[in-house]
C-alpha cells in the first residue's frame, strides 16, 4: 500500500489543516481497494491494520479483537504485543463492544477499569464491528498521546470499521 516513494495521506500539512474528513475518504477508498476480492477473514483484518497502523499518524497499536461467546479474543494487529482476551463490559475494548457504541477516551488513566496492555498508550478509541444487529468484534486504535482522538478521527474510523465488516461478512465467520 505504501513504499518509500509514496508518502501516507497524512502528511503534516494536511494533518495540520485538519482535512480530516478528506484523508479519512482516501484512506477509506484504500482500504477498500485493499481488500476487494479477497475471501480471508484474517488476511483482510491484517492488512486493514496494516494500513490503518501505518496511515494514521501518533498511534501505537491498531487491529482487532473478536468475539468469541462472552469474550474477545486478540486478532490481527500492528504493534507491541497486546491482552489476548477481554471479557465484555471490561475495559475500553469490552465496554464498546458491551455497549455496541464507539468510545473515544482522552486519557486512559481517567477510564475507569482500562486495561493497560502497553503502558505508553495515553488514549484510546475502540469501533465496535457491527453486522446489523451482530457484534463481530472491535477496531482498537491506541495513541502514546493524550486526546489524540476527536470525533472526526470517531467518524473516519467508524466508516473504516464498516469497509470491513462488509469485508468480514464474506468470509467464513467463526
Known amino acids: 500500500m505504501h513504499d518509500a516513494t509514496h508518502a501516507a495521506p497524512w502528511?503534516?500539512?494536511?494533518?495540520?489543516?485538519?482535512d480530516k474528513s478528506a484523508l479519512y475518504a482516501d484512506l477509506a477508498e484504500e482500504l477498500a481497494a485493499l481488500l476487494a476480492g479477497e475471501p480471508d477473514r484474517t488476511a483482510n483484518a491484517a492488512n486493514a491494520a496494516a494500513a490503518i497502523y501505518h496511515s494514521l499518524p501518533a498511534l501505537n497499536w491498531a487491529g482487532f479483537y473478536f468475539l468469541h461467546?462472552?469474550?474477545?479474543?486478540?486478532?490481527?494487529?500492528q504493534g507491541k504485543p497486546a491482552c489476548v482476551r477481554i471479557p465484555l463490559g471490561k475495559g475500553v475494548c469490552g465496554t464498546a463492544a458491551l455497549e455496541r457504541r464507539s468510545v473515544v477516551v482522552a486519557d486512559v488513566a481517567a477510564f475507569p477499569g482500562h486495561i493497560a496492555c502497553d503502558s505508553a498508550s495515553r488514549s484510546e478509541l475502540v469501533i465496535p464491528l457491527l453486522d446489523g444487529d451482530r457484534l463481530l468484534g472491535v477496531l482498537d486504535l491506541d495513541s502514546p498521546d493524550l486526546n489524540r482522538f476527536?470525533?472526526?478521527?470517531?467518524v473516519g474510523c467508524e466508516a473504516l470499521a464498516a469497509i470491513v465488516v462488509r469485508h468480514l461478512r464474506r468470509s467464513v465467520l467463526s
Do not use: H, Y
Open 11 to 18: 502528511s503534516s500539512d494536511l494533518w495540520a489543516a485538519k
Open 69 to 77: 461467546g462472552d469474550e474477545l479474543v486478540l486478532g490481527p494487529f
Open 150 to 154: 476527536d470525533s472526526d478521527d470517531r
